[in-house]
C-alpha cells in the first residue's frame, strides 16, 4: 500500500506522513517507475527482515529486504543437506517442512501470470555474481529458467527468452538484479545485466517482475530514514491495510532524521549511516572513527543530515558453536521471509542463520566471515513429508521444462569458476563477462578468481 501510493498519488508525501527529501533522495527511488501500476497490483511478492534477539530476550527488527531479497536459497540448501545427514532425528522430531512455503510462492507467481501455463525465470547477474549459487538452487528447485540479461530480449510488448527453437514469450520474472541495473534505456545506461526496454513492457503490462522495481525504497535504510512522527489519519488507515496488502509495518523504528539528532548519536559514538561516505556503504561506528573521519562525518550530516540513520547499538544473544573441539558462544542474527500467496502472507518456517566468526556481540559487527547454520521449527504433532524435488524416475513437468525452452546460453554452477564481487546482487565483472564470451567463440583463455574481504552474499 505504501509503494502504491509512493509510485502513484503521493498523498503519504503530500500529508506529512513521509518527508519528501527521504523518497527523492534515495537512490532506491525509481523515477521511471512512477504511474505503473504492476499485474494485479502486487508490487511485494517476497519480503525478508534481519532479526537478532538482544540479552534480554527481545527481538530487534535490524534491517528489512524489499528490494530482492537474497538467504532463501541458502537456507532451503542448509535444510537439504541437514535433513539428509541427520534424516532419523530430522523425522523423530517434527521438524515444519519449507517446502510448502516455496510451493505457494510459485503458486503465486504462477497465479500472477495472463495465461494457464506460464514461463518463469529467474533473472541473475551470471555465473561470476557471488550469490549465484543460490540463483542456481533456487531455479532448479522451483523449477524456473536462470537466465541472464543476454538471454531475453523486448519484441512487441512482452519479453521474450532466446532459446534454440527461436523466441519463446516469457511471463514472468522472478529477479535477483537490482532495480538500478534493469534496464539500461531508462535506468543505469552503463548496464550490462538488465534487459533494454523492460520498463516499457512494464508500462504495458507484458510481465511481471517480482519484486517490482523501486520496491527497495522501502527496505535497508530506506525504511529507517522514514522519521518517527504523528501520522495522518488517512496514512493510519494505509499502515493497518499495508500488513495485508504490500508492506509489512514495523511497530516502532528507532531511527531520527533529523540533522541535530544524527549530530547527537554521532557526539554519543552511536550513528549508523544510512548512507555512508566514510567507509563503504555500510554502517559505522563513530566511536570507532579517527578525529579527522568524524569532523568529516559532521560535516556530511550538517549539510544533509536526511542521508543517515542513528540507530541504537544493538547487542546480541549468542548461540552454542562446535569450534576448535569445544562449546563457543557466538552471536547471531536470523533472515526471516514472508512470501505473497494466493490466500495471503506466508512465512518461512525457520529461515536463514548467520552465525558471526568473532564473539564481538555487536549488530554491526555482523559481516566478513560469518557461518550459516539451519534453523528448525519443531511441531508438537505428526508433520506430513512434502518435496518440490522431482523423483529419479519421473520427467520434469512439461509445463515448464518444453523442449527448445531452454536459454541459448546454458549455465552450470561447477562449469565456471566464482569471484566475489563489491555490488551484491547486481554485481558483475566487465572483464569476466567478456572472457566468457571469447570462451563461448572458442577462445580458451586461463582465468584467475577475485576475491574480496566483503560478505554481501546475503
Not at 527481538?59 to 535433513?83: F, K, M
Not at 530430522?90 to 516455496?102: H, T
Not at 495522518?232 to 493497518?240: D, G, Q
Not at 573441539?325 to 557466538?330: D, E, H, K, L, V
Request: charge should be positive.
Amino acid at each position: 500500500m505504501v509503494l502504491r501510493d509512493l509510485y502513484g498519488e503521493g498523498r503519504l508525501v503530500a500529508e506529512g506522513a513521509v518527508p519528501a527529501a527521504a523518497i527523492a533522495g534515495s537512490n532506491e527511488y525509481l523515477r521511471a517507475v512512477c504511474g505503473i501500476k504492476p499485474p494485479g497490483g502486487r508490487y511485494l511478492h517476497l519480503y525478508a527482515a534481519d532479526v537478532g534477539r538482544g540479552p534480554d530476550g527481545r527481538w530487534w527488527v535490524l534491517s528489512d529486504r524489499t528490494q530482492a531479497p537474497s538467504g532463501a536459497g541458502y537456507a532451503l540448501e542448509n535444510r537439504l543437506v541437514l535433513s539428509r545427514a541427520f534424516s532419523n532425528l530430522y523425522k523423530s522430531m517434527n521438524v515444519e517442512r519449507v517446502a510448502p512455503f516455496f510451493e505457494a510462492f510459485r503458486d503465486r507467481l504462477r497465479a500472477s501470470a495472463d495465461r494457464d501455463e506460464p514461463r518463469i525465470g529467474l533473472l541473475t547477474p551470471g555465473a561470476f555474481s557471488e550469490t549465484y549459487f543460490e540463483h542456481a538452487t533456487l531455479a532448479r528447485y522451483l523449477g524456473f529458467l536462470l537466465v541472464e540479461g543476454d538471454d531475453l530480449a523486448v519484441s512487441g510488448d512482452r519479453i521474450h527468452i532466446r532459446t534454440v527453437a527461436g523466441l519463446k514469450r516469457l511471463d514472468v520474472l522472478l529477479r535477483r538484479v537490482d532495480s538500478n541495473f534493469l534496464d539500461p534505456l531508462e535506468l543505469d545506461a552503463s548496464s550490462h545485466l538488465g534487459v533494454p526496454g523492460l520498463i516499457d513492457v512494464l508500462r504495458k503490462n507484458g510481465v511481471v517482475v517480482a519484486n517490482m522495481p523501486g520496491s527497495g525504497v522501502t527496505g535497508g535504510a530506506g525504511a529507517a530514514r522514514l522519521p518517527a512522527q504523528p501520522v495522518p489519519p488517512s496514512a493510519r488507515r494505509r499502515s493497518e491495510d499495508a500488513a495485508h496488502r504490500d508492506l509489512v509495518v514495523r511497530p516502532e523504528i528507532r531511527a531520527r532524521g533529523s540533522a541535530v539528532a544524527a549530530r547527537r548519536f554521532c557526539h554519543r559514538g552511536r550513528l549508523r549511516p544510512g548512507r555512508s561516505r566514510l567507509s563503504g556503504n555500510g554502517p559505522v561506528l563513530a566511536s570507532e572513527l579517527s578525529p579527522s573521519e568524524r569532523e568529516r562525518l559532521r560535516a556530511a550530516i550538517t549539510d544533509r543530515g536526511i542521508d543517515y540513520v542513528g540507530q541504537e547499538l544493538v547487542r546480541l544473544s549468542t548461540t552454542p558453536v562446535w569450534e576448535q573441539g569445544r562449546i563457543t558462544p557466538r552471536p547471531f542474527v536470523l533472515r526471516v521471509f514472508a512470501a505473497a500467496t494466493p490466500h495471503g502472507w506466508t512465512i518461512l518456517p525457520g529461515g536463514f542463520c548467520r552465525i558471526a566468526e568473532q564473539p564481538d556481540a555487536r549488530a554491526v559487527s555482523m559481516g566478513d566471515g560469518a557461518r550459516s547454520a539451519d534453523v528448525w521449527v519443531v511441531s508438537d504433532k505428526a508433520v506430513s513429508a512434502s518435496t518440490l524435488l522431482p523423483a529419479a524416475d519421473t520427467r520434469a513437468d512439461p509445463a515448464h521444462r518444453r523442449r527448445g525452452a531452454e536459454p541459448r546460453r546454458r549455465q552450470s554452477v561447477l562449469a565456471r569458476p566464482l569471484s566475489r564481487a563489491r555490488r551484491g546482487d547486481a554485481a558483475a565483472d566487465p572483464g569476466a563477462r567478456d572472457a566468457d564470451a571469447r570462451s563461448r567463440q572458442g577462445i580458451v583463455e586461463p582465468r584467475c578468481t577475485r576475491s574480496s574481504a566483503s560478505s554481501g552474499f546475503w
